[in-house]
């Protein structure tokens, strides 16, 4: 069954204070990986799709790297607009079905 | 373009109640899906479909129904209500599987 977990649940940070936000994943031959940004009373925006290990995928102050195991978004110097939950998901080689994590709720400080 | 539309944005209904919540795309997207998002859960899988007149079940089925008659509309049927059915639904679609979806901005139901 795949799953997926991220960490840490939530996380505050001042602006200009540099992070890294964790999605962790088992599943049966990735097909995908997706991050998504969501706002308070949104649906998900799409931010990155990573596809195979070593990728790395990069927006803005966002960049997103994927190994066969985690994936990481790391937030260069954020600034307060880039307070969202951010989701991760999966999809696998053998389903139709994406996987969400929880999320990790964001908070950046002025 | 107004990519994914979800209505209505809000509903109350009482238990036993049933209703349909719509969804529809004007992106020629083969793959839709629905969603429900509780606190600390994330996002849970109801239903999907890969095109026209083909549905399959997500992760939590249950007392919802679905079909698609039209590449641009997958509306989600709520057969008979219940206190747990509760929650944000989101609708997403994606030009096919294994890319990445498209999500309208949600109903947000009570059922009470």
């Known amino acids: 069954e795949d799953q997926v977990t991220q960490s840490p649940e939530a996380l505050r940070l001042q602006e200009g204070e540099s992070s890294s936000l964790n999605c962790s994943y088992t599943?049966?031959?990735?097909?995908?990986l997706f991050w998504y940004r969501q706002d308070p009373g949104k649906g998900p925006e799409f931010l990155f799709t990573?596809?195979?290990a070593g990728e790395e995928k990069e927006k803005e102050r966002l960049k997103a790297t994927l190994t066969k195991k985690e994936s990481f978004l790391h937030i260069t110097a954020p600034k307060p607009e880039d307070s969202a939950t951010y989701l991760c998901?999966?999809?696998?080689?053998?389903?139709?079905?994406?996987?969400f994590g929880p999320g990790t709720r964001l908070s950046v400080l002025p | 373009n107004a990519g994914v539309t979800q209505t209505p944005k809000f509903q109350v209904l009482k238990t036993g109640q049933s209703m349909t919540l719509q969804c529809a795309q004007d992106?020629?997207?083969?793959?839709m899906s629905w969603y429900r998002q509780d606190p600390g859960m994330g996002l849970r899988l109801i239903h999907y479909?890969?095109?026209?007149?083909?549905?399959d079940q997500g992760e939590v089925p249950n007392g919802y129904n679905v079909s698609r008659s039209t590449t641009e509309d997958f509306p989600l049927r709520l057969l008979s209500a219940a206190p747990s059915q509760t929650s944000v639904y989101f609708c997403?679609?994606?030009?096919?599987?294994?890319?990445?979806?498209?999500f309208g901005d949600g109903t947000r139901l009570s059922i009470l």
């Open positions: 997403a679609s994606s030009y096919s599987t294994g890319q990445p979806q498209h």
């Open positions: 599943v049966s031959g990735l097909r995908g």
């Open positions: 990573l596809y195979s």
């Open positions: 998901a999966v999809q696998d080689n053998y389903g139709q079905n994406f996987v």
């Open positions: 992106m020629n997207h083969e793959y």
């Open positions: 479909s890969v095109g026209a007149g083909i549905t």
